[in-house]
Every structure is written in structure tokens, then in C-alpha cells.
Nanobody
Framework: QVQLVESGGGLVQHGGSLRLSCAAS????????MNWYRQAPGKQRELVAH???????NYADSVKGRFTISRDNAKNTVYLQMNSLKPEDTAVYYC?????????WGQGTQVTVSS
């Protein structure tokens, strides 16, 4: 059974940093695209950052220049480094791995940015 376990969330002040990690118990993780989504209260889940199996990255406009996604296939882990955090970044952050129509989700980790 595939499991994605996120960690690294928490409470941080405006302007602070956090690093999220997502460890995937999945074979051949290198073939999967890996993504971070977030969902704030009362809002739809949105894609924050994407890294392809080949290492190409894409970001939501709202986080460009502040967030960095990376992956370590040897550790089956994807990271999200979040700098210059703002109160509007407050949300539950979810890890997703995707290969074609096959996808898996983590349980989410709360990130709260105080003003």
C-alpha cells in the first residue's frame, strides 16, 4: 500500500521560513511527477509547485521566487522550501505523486503564518 507522509508544517511568523518534506513508500518513484498542493479554509485546493520526473519545476504565480520544490529519488522524498512566508500562505499543504492517471495523496500538514 502506497503511503505519503508529510512533515515540517507548523506556526511561523510573517517573513519566516519552513521546509516541508514528503516521504513516499513507492517503488520507482523516479517515474512520478511530484507536486505540492494547498487548501485554505473555504477555498479550493490549488497547485503550488510541481517537479517532473526529469526535474523540471513549475510554480503558482503567488509563490514564485519564494518557494522551491526539489526531490531526492534515492530517499523517495520531495521537499518544499518556503521562504518569505505571508499570512495568505496559511493552508493545509498536501503532497501528491502522479504518473499518468495513477496518483497518490498524503494526509496534509498544516502551515500557519501569523501576521
Amino acid at each position: 500500500q502506497v503511503q505519503l507522509v508529510e512533515s515540517g508544517g507548523g506556526l511561523v511568523q510573517h517573513g519566516g521560513s519552513l521546509r516541508l518534506s514528503c516521504a513516499a513508500s513507492i517503488t520507482f518513484v523516479s517515474i512520478y511527477a511530484m507536486n505540492w498542493y494547498r487548501q485554505a479554509p473555504g477555498k479550493q485546493r490549488e497547485l503550488v509547485a510541481h517537479i517532473s520526473s526529469g526535474g523540471v519545476t513549475n510554480y503558482a504565480d503567488s509563490v514564485k521566487g519564494r518557494f522551491t520544490i526539489s526531490r531526492d529519488n534515492a530517499k523517495n522524498t520531495v521537499y518544499l522550501q518556503m521562504n518569505s512566508l505571508k499570512p495568505e500562505d496559511t493552508a493545509v499543504y498536501y503532497c501528491n505523486v502522479q504518473h499518468g492517471s495513477v496518483g497518490y495523496w498524503g494526509q496534509g500538514t498544516q502551515v500557519t503564518v501569523s501576521s
